[in-house]
């Protein structure tokens, strides 16, 4: 089965501090994404990934980073954390489309609060 | 992108088939049809895709318009764990992401 695991269900944290979301998948994707998700929103992509060291932005950029580093790793990070960024975080992988396979296997979530 | 209307929420019965509708009138020749479904408090997961074929899989089935400016995501025979909002998605061919918008809300009654 794929696993896609995300580092913490749960987080709280400060206006201001850094903030590292982690991601993990252990069936050798190519591509891994990170959304949010928000209430009357729906999920809206922040940044995919087709390889390592390799990034490209999605509909809402601003205010994230992400790295890869090694091709199962992909993680978000918040700059200087901001109330608006409070939100569930959902990372994604997938097979590179021109190869088999279509489906994008998800994370449990990370709900983020920003106090 | 190209863009899909589907219904806000839906309602159905335990055991009975549920139709779920989405238009895509803007739909080009190169875009596939993907449905994904997101349970409560979970992420979401993949149900079917298509081009232009209708498909079937041990989830659903999915009936594609001859014109292909509409899909049906079909379940056979629903069950409470089917209550999920459900995602109609048109991807590019050789896109590398989705677009997922707002999705029905489908309840099932027992």
């Known amino acids: 089965d794929v696993k896609v695991t995300q580092s913490s269900r749960y987080l709280v944290k400060r206006t201001g501090e850094k903030v590292f979301l982690e991601c993990v998948q252990d069936?050798?994707?190519?591509?891994m994404f990170w959304y949010r998700q928000d209430p009357g929103l729906g999920l809206r992509l922040i940044y995919f990934s087709y390889d390592v060291k390799m990034k490209e932005k999605g509909d809402i950029p601003e205010g994230y980073s992400v790295s890869r580093e090694k091709k199962e790793r992909f993680s978000l990070i918040l700059e200087s954390a901001s109330t608006n960024q409070t939100s569930m975080y959902l990372c994604?992988?997938?097979?590179?489309?021109?190869?088999?396979?279509?489906?994008?296997?998800f994370g449990p979530g990370t709900r983020l609060t920003v106090t | 992108d190209a863009k899909t209307t589907q219904p806000n929420s839906m309602e159905s019965n335990e055991e009975e088939p549920v139709h779920l509708p989405c238009n895509h009138s803007t739909i080009s020749g190169t875009d596939y049809i993907h449905w994904y479904r997101q349970l409560p408090s979970q992420g979401p997961e993949y149900v079917i895709h298509g081009l232009t074929s209708n498909v079937n899989n041990r989830m659903a089935s999915l009936a594609i318009a001859e014109d292909r400016k509409s899909s049906t995501l079909i379940l056979h025979r629903a069950t409470l764990r089917d209550a999920a909002v459900y995602y109609c998605i048109l991807r590019l061919q050789g896109a590398q992401k989705l677009v997922f918008g707002q999705g029905t809300r489908l309840t099932i009654n027992p």
């Open positions: 069936m050798d994707h190519e591509n």
């Open positions: 994604a992988s997938s097979l590179w489309w021109g190869r088999a396979g279509y489906e994008q296997y």
